[in-house]
């Protein structure tokens, strides 16, 4: 028996410690992005794969790059990966994705059919940053060869991380995000843009890094808009912050009022702003309102105005409600007028807190929305005015007051 | 005479009940609990409770009852020689079920979660030779097990609890009891069938075998309450992160959840290691279920020495594995037959078979009040 004991330890030993998957490092082509465009009835998978020789986090001219691009087509995304297979002498593997990038026109004809691959695949974690290209193909955007961080798939997801911390117009739209929204009540998706600024030839290549100005960029715009699983249009820089606030999902952005006649500004940072955004049936109609309060640095103020008086900063802080209603109203109206699409939310609020009243009016929710009347109420406090108490007076000018 | 290793504890008692409670909704129950219960998914380890009561005293009550025997000897002495045997065989056959179902789950979440290429029938071997193991060496070291697995646990939920919280959205809870109350009511009863089965192993121990038998009934209720209550924060950080639409989608909701966690930027994708707890839950019904069917063996066959006590064990654990193999070829084999066949046809047969039990001790007790009851 205890030969047997024996026997069965040593065979477990050599079968477990083993690792029965194990896979080495050096045999695996590790993906950082991949890009999916749709053409006539094909899939046009692109996937960046780092170039694992690449020891260096610099480029100098003439050089390797540090990913390489490879594309291929195929009916489904999997039938176009395994075709990828025959040029990479690598097995690809999914697990450590930066980013999911979707061509404009692919959006646009729907995402449902194959979003399916991303969620079915074990090794693929969902909570990478999915976005959309704006005018461009997802396999355009993959080829352009990022400053600073030399690994474009990496370089744009910690583009999208920044701004998602930094700056309100935009918001880090997650697959998870992305898939929730487009299987929400009451409410479509939202998903991050990204466009490609000056696109030419020199981008893919490392001509493009050789400049201190680079010609070819990525730049994040305001995000797309979504009707269920389709892309329908993209708001402007102000709707996307306007629909950042409504969504909760400033952390700290900048807002810029004018001060006076003369197109002078004043600007503020402001920290997560509190948003209440409620809908409820009035006179059997919906009817939003949304309560913005927001605690505001000054930060700049180019107008002439004494800010070591309480009823300047109260002047000030009136500037800044004035500005904040502005923007949401611009979003408001993109989203009921331009886009037709309840990408804030309006109708979620009801099927939350109403649900017997969303019933009634669940499916003719989307010809709704375009109609449903609002109130917006901004609070502004402005808790700091910087180092300085008044504005720095312009060259020759004295202040008069 | 009952040697050192068939005794134990209140305590290890209590969390022998804690840990089984938890062993069939971890993995496959929640999905089907969040499929029928839907947004309200988290209500029910708050509702179940107040039913679980009726069971948990129908057990006690039962193992109250003649203090030295074990279930098979109770169900002989109270239904006789060829019916005894008959319900014992039934509720083996039942139990069995519940191993199979419980090895099934844990090795298909391994496979489907962390070892994608390994084979069904090696990772089964593995699971079960090692329950196996610790049914050999006998009560006491199951208990002691599960006690480890329930410090981990307890570990492993804490940091899931305090890192997952800032994600906590209460808005993903509403609408709450969209369809009013009742269906949620009867969504927690059919919970009980996942909560339930692998807790009803626990009437195999003998009362004397429980070392502290004045208090383990508290011990035991407060024990299956807790899983119970337990299992709100899973329900409940699933629907309110992962949020329903979600939850729906994926077919370990929780495990996609444990994605999110990221402790001060250095730790990430943790989210096998603390995953683990699902499997330490499935592996206390392993054990328990083997040691059940195991001992049933035993005593049918009357089987005493040790070298066939132990062939027996490993002949009963491969049979289970290759009769999951066969049982189940696909998860949603397994899903729909715990869905719409395992709550409503099979799961009450064992609850009428405690439920005869409990009459037939209650009018025996009637007809002569010395019977051996404490």
Redesign the interface.
């Given at each position: 028996?205890k030969k047997f004991k024996w026997l069965?330890i040593i065979i477990?030993l050599l079968?477990?410690s083993g690792c029965?998957?194990y896979r080495e490092l050096n045999d695996l082509a590790i993906v950082s992005a991949i890009g999916v465009d749709k053409i006539d009835t094909e899939y046009l998978v692109t996937v960046q794969v780092i170039n694992t020789r690449k020891q260096s986090h610099t480029i100098q001219a003439g050089e390797e790059t540090t990913v390489t691009i490879y594309e291929a087509k195929g009916k489904s995304i999997q039938e176009a990966l395994n075709m990828i297979s025959l040029e990479c002498p690598k097995e690809l593997y999914l697990g450590h994705i930066d980013i999911v990038v979707i061509g404009e026109e692919t959006a646009r004809t729907g995402i449902k059919d194959y979003i399916d691959f991303f969620?079915r695949d074990?090794e693929v974690?969902?909570?990478y940053p999915f976005v959309f290209a704006k005018g461009a193909m997802a396999t355009d955007v993959l080829k352009i060869l990022p400053p600073i961080i030399i690994l474009p798939g990496t370089n744009l997801a910690n583009m999208i991380e920044t701004a998602d911390e930094i700056n309100g117009v935009i918001s880090n739209r997650r697959f998870?995000n992305v898939?929730?929204c487009?299987?929400?009540r009451g409410r479509h998706a939202g998903v991050t843009a990204i466009e490609i600024v000056n696109q030419s030839e020199k981008g893919d290549s490392l001509d493009n890094l050789s400049e201190s100005k680079p010609k070819t960029k990525l730049m994040i715009t305001g995000p797309a808009v979504m009707r269920d699983d389709k892309l329908v249009g993209f708001l402007n820089n102000r709707e996307g912050f306007g629909y950042n606030i409504i969504r909760k999902q400033v952390k700290r952005a900048v807002i810029t009022f004018p001060c006076d006649k003369d197109n002078n500004y004043g600007s503020v940072t402001i920290d997560s702003p509190k948003v209440k955004l409620d809908t409820k049936i009035k006179n059997n109609k919906p009817f939003t309102s949304i309560k913005i309060d927001i605690a505001s640095s000054l930060t700049s103020y180019n107008c002439k105005l004494d800010l070591s008086k309480d009823k300047n900063i109260t002047k000030v802080e009136n500037m800044i409600v004035k500005e904040t209603e502005s923007i949401i109203k611009d979003v408001i109206y993109a989203a009921q007028k331009i886009h037709k699409t309840d990408v804030l939310g309006f109708g979620e609020k009801i099927?939350?807190?109403y649900?017997k009243d969303w019933e009634k009016i669940e499916k003719n929710w989307d010809e709704i929305f375009p109609t449903v009347k609002y109130e917006i109420k901004v609070n502004a406090r402005i808790n700091s005015i910087g180092s300085v108490i008044n504005p720095a007076p312009k060259g020759g000018e004295k202040n008069d007051y | 005479m009952i040697t050192k290793n068939k005794k134990i504890n209140a305590f290890q008692f209590a969390i022998l009940g804690l840990m089984l409670g938890n062993a069939l909704i971890i993995g496959f129950g929640g999905t089907i609990i969040i499929s029928l219960a839907k947004q309200d998914a988290w209500l029910i380890p708050l509702i179940a409770p107040i039913f679980a009561l009726i069971p948990i005293v129908l057990l006690i009550y039962i193992i109250n009852y003649e203090p030295d025997k074990n279930i098979f000897a109770k169900i002989q002495s109270l239904f006789g020689k060829y019916i005894g045997s008959l319900i014992n065989i039934i509720l083996t056959g039942f139990i069995a079920f519940v191993l199979i179902f419980s090895l099934w789950s844990a090795v298909f979440f391994s496979v489907a979660q962390y070892l994608s290429k390994v084979p069904y029938l090696f990772l089964a071997t593995c699971f079960i030779l090692t329950a196996i193991y610790g049914v050999t060496k006998g009560i006491e070291t199951i208990a002691r097990t599960n006690e480890i697995f329930f410090f981990i646990n307890i570990i492993l939920i804490g940091i899931i609890v305090i890192f997952l919280y800032p994600y906590i959205k209460l808005e993903h809870i509403q609408p709450i009891l969209p369809r009013g109350i009742m269906p949620i009511i009867g969504h927690s009863v059919i919970s009980l069938s996942y909560i339930f089965p692998p807790i009803l192993t626990l009437s195999i121990i003998p009362k004397n075998n429980i070392i502290d038998q004045k208090k383990y009934h508290w011990y035991l209720i407060l024990g299956v309450l807790i899983s119970i209550v337990f299992l709100f924060i899973p329900f409940f950080y699933v629907i309110s992160i992962v949020t329903i639409n979600l939850a729906e989608l994926f077919r370990y909701p929780g495990y996609h959840l444990l994605y999110k966690i990221d402790i001060a930027g250095i730790f990430t994708g943790l989210e096998n290691f603390l995953s683990l707890h699902w499997l330490f839950s499935t592996f206390s019904a392993l054990l328990m279920c083997s040691y059940f069917v195991c001992k049933y063996t035993h005593q049918t066959f009357k089987i005493k020495q040790r070298k066939y006590i132990i062939i027996t064990n490993i002949i009963i654990g491969l049979l289970a594995v290759i009769v999951s193999d066969f049982l189940f070829p696909n998860s949603i084999a397994g899903i729909e037959f715990m869905q719409y066949i395992f709550p409503y046809y099979i799961f009450p047969i064992p609850l009428i078979i405690f439920i005869i039990m409990a009459i037939l001790i209650f009018l025996k007790k009637r007809k002569n009040p010395e019977t051996n009851i404490n």
């Amino acid at each position: 028996m205890k030969k047997f004991k024996w026997l069965f330890i040593i065979i477990i030993l050599l079968l477990v410690s083993g690792c029965w998957q194990y896979r080495e490092l050096n045999d695996l082509a590790i993906v950082s992005a991949i890009g999916v465009d749709k053409i006539d009835t094909e899939y046009l998978v692109t996937v960046q794969v780092i170039n694992t020789r690449k020891q260096s986090h610099t480029i100098q001219a003439g050089e390797e790059t540090t990913v390489t691009i490879y594309e291929a087509k195929g009916k489904s995304i999997q039938e176009a990966l395994n075709m990828i297979s025959l040029e990479c002498p690598k097995e690809l593997y999914l697990g450590h994705i930066d980013i999911v990038v979707i061509g404009e026109e692919t959006a646009r004809t729907g995402i449902k059919d194959y979003i399916d691959f991303f969620l079915r695949d074990r090794e693929v974690r969902k909570i990478y940053p999915f976005v959309f290209a704006k005018g461009a193909m997802a396999t355009d955007v993959l080829k352009i060869l990022p400053p600073i961080i030399i690994l474009p798939g990496t370089n744009l997801a910690n583009m999208i991380e920044t701004a998602d911390e930094i700056n309100g117009v935009i918001s880090n739209r997650r697959f998870d995000n992305v898939l929730d929204c487009m299987y929400k009540r009451g409410r479509h998706a939202g998903v991050t843009a990204i466009e490609i600024v000056n696109q030419s030839e020199k981008g893919d290549s490392l001509d493009n890094l050789s400049e201190s100005k680079p010609k070819t960029k990525l730049m994040i715009t305001g995000p797309a808009v979504m009707r269920d699983d389709k892309l329908v249009g993209f708001l402007n820089n102000r709707e996307g912050f306007g629909y950042n606030i409504i969504r909760k999902q400033v952390k700290r952005a900048v807002i810029t009022f004018p001060c006076d006649k003369d197109n002078n500004y004043g600007s503020v940072t402001i920290d997560s702003p509190k948003v209440k955004l409620d809908t409820k049936i009035k006179n059997n109609k919906p009817f939003t309102s949304i309560k913005i309060d927001i605690a505001s640095s000054l930060t700049s103020y180019n107008c002439k105005l004494d800010l070591s008086k309480d009823k300047n900063i109260t002047k000030v802080e009136n500037m800044i409600v004035k500005e904040t209603e502005s923007i949401i109203k611009d979003v408001i109206y993109a989203a009921q007028k331009i886009h037709k699409t309840d990408v804030l939310g309006f109708g979620e609020k009801i099927y939350q807190n109403y649900y017997k009243d969303w019933e009634k009016i669940e499916k003719n929710w989307d010809e709704i929305f375009p109609t449903v009347k609002y109130e917006i109420k901004v609070n502004a406090r402005i808790n700091s005015i910087g180092s300085v108490i008044n504005p720095a007076p312009k060259g020759g000018e004295k202040n008069d007051y | 005479m009952i040697t050192k290793n068939k005794k134990i504890n209140a305590f290890q008692f209590a969390i022998l009940g804690l840990m089984l409670g938890n062993a069939l909704i971890i993995g496959f129950g929640g999905t089907i609990i969040i499929s029928l219960a839907k947004q309200d998914a988290w209500l029910i380890p708050l509702i179940a409770p107040i039913f679980a009561l009726i069971p948990i005293v129908l057990l006690i009550y039962i193992i109250n009852y003649e203090p030295d025997k074990n279930i098979f000897a109770k169900i002989q002495s109270l239904f006789g020689k060829y019916i005894g045997s008959l319900i014992n065989i039934i509720l083996t056959g039942f139990i069995a079920f519940v191993l199979i179902f419980s090895l099934w789950s844990a090795v298909f979440f391994s496979v489907a979660q962390y070892l994608s290429k390994v084979p069904y029938l090696f990772l089964a071997t593995c699971f079960i030779l090692t329950a196996i193991y610790g049914v050999t060496k006998g009560i006491e070291t199951i208990a002691r097990t599960n006690e480890i697995f329930f410090f981990i646990n307890i570990i492993l939920i804490g940091i899931i609890v305090i890192f997952l919280y800032p994600y906590i959205k209460l808005e993903h809870i509403q609408p709450i009891l969209p369809r009013g109350i009742m269906p949620i009511i009867g969504h927690s009863v059919i919970s009980l069938s996942y909560i339930f089965p692998p807790i009803l192993t626990l009437s195999i121990i003998p009362k004397n075998n429980i070392i502290d038998q004045k208090k383990y009934h508290w011990y035991l209720i407060l024990g299956v309450l807790i899983s119970i209550v337990f299992l709100f924060i899973p329900f409940f950080y699933v629907i309110s992160i992962v949020t329903i639409n979600l939850a729906e989608l994926f077919r370990y909701p929780g495990y996609h959840l444990l994605y999110k966690i990221d402790i001060a930027g250095i730790f990430t994708g943790l989210e096998n290691f603390l995953s683990l707890h699902w499997l330490f839950s499935t592996f206390s019904a392993l054990l328990m279920c083997s040691y059940f069917v195991c001992k049933y063996t035993h005593q049918t066959f009357k089987i005493k020495q040790r070298k066939y006590i132990i062939i027996t064990n490993i002949i009963i654990g491969l049979l289970a594995v290759i009769v999951s193999d066969f049982l189940f070829p696909n998860s949603i084999a397994g899903i729909e037959f715990m869905q719409y066949i395992f709550p409503y046809y099979i799961f009450p047969i064992p609850l009428i078979i405690f439920i005869i039990m409990a009459i037939l001790i209650f009018l025996k007790k009637r007809k002569n009040p010395e019977t051996n009851i404490n």
